[in-house]
């Protein structure tokens, strides 16, 4: 098993650009979430989806949007991008909530210039 | 709002000393987890404790809930340069109510080096 994938690793945008960041899993986690880390500031929950179908906001989705169409894919999508998205952004998964094992990919650390 | 603090923030030892870090909230928590994140990797589970008081051991290290289930610790006995990482709480919000979002409430980390 792979676990959790992300793509790119690391990206460079132009301010106002936008792209899609890439997260699959191959555990059959009905729970997927997507964070972001800034240094100092811990994980910050951006939005999550507990099975195909169905999302919802997180902490800070603000500038960002998400979609689950398999129970594999969760992709996150930054439509215009600001500054203040630099940041590393992590997927995970998991079996079920909260004491369940959340499973994290390697992470694309973004840059927006 | 439920928030988790971690003490201390940074941690520099020499290996083979001994270490506690903590995690404090004013809040209950359900269950806690603890997570270690090496440099340029994701975090991955180290432990999940759900009972009050419990204590759980993974070789050298040694994590505890509170009796409240309002914080806990993490002991590591003689450190060595591979526990160099950051260490991540997160806890678990109350029981299900209507209209609570069951979610992980995530501590900042305490940034550990341990030195050869």
């Known amino acids: 098993n792979a676990g959790v994938t992300q793509t790119p690793k690391f990206r460079i945008l132009k301010i106002g650009q936008s792209m899609t960041l890439q997260c699959t899993q191959d555990?059959?986690?009905?729970?997927m979430y997507w964070y972001r880390q800034d240094p100092g500031m811990g994980l910050k929950l951006i939005y999550y989806?507990?099975?195909?179908?169905?999302?919802d906001k997180g902490e800070v989705p603000n500038g960002y949007n998400v979609s689950r169409s398999t129970t594999e894919d969760f992709p996150l999508r930054l439509e215009l991008a600001a500054p203040s998205q630099t940041s590393v952004y992590f997927c995970?998964?998991?079996?079920?909530?909260?004491?369940?094992?959340?499973?994290f990919g390697p992470g694309t650390r973004l840059l927006v210039l | 709002t439920q928030l988790l603090e971690q003490s201390p923030q940074f941690l520099s030892i020499q290996e083979g000393e001994n270490l506690t870090v903590y995690c404090n909230s004013s809040?209950?928590?359900?269950?806690l987890q603890w997570y270690r994140q090496e440099p340029g990797e994701g975090p991955v589970l180290l432990v999940t404790?759900?009972?009050g008081g419990e204590v759980k051991k993974l070789k050298r290290l040694t994590f505890q809930f509170g009796d409240a289930r309002k914080d806990s610790s993490l002991h590591i006995t003689a450190a060595q340069p591979g526990d160099t990482g950051l260490y991540l709480c997160?806890?678990?919000?109350?029981?299900?109510?209507?209209?609570?979002?069951?979610?992980?409430?995530w501590g900042l980390g305490t940034s550990l080096a341990v030195n050869p």
């Open positions: 995970a998964s998991s079996y079920g909530d909260l004491t369940e094992t959340q499973y």
């Open positions: 809040s209950v928590f359900s269950s």
């Open positions: 404790v759900v009972t």
């Open positions: 997160a806890g678990g919000n109350a029981p299900r109510r209507a209209g609570n979002n069951r979610k992980l409430i």
């Open positions: 555990m059959n986690h009905n729970y």
């Open positions: 989806s507990v099975g195909a179908g169905i999302t």
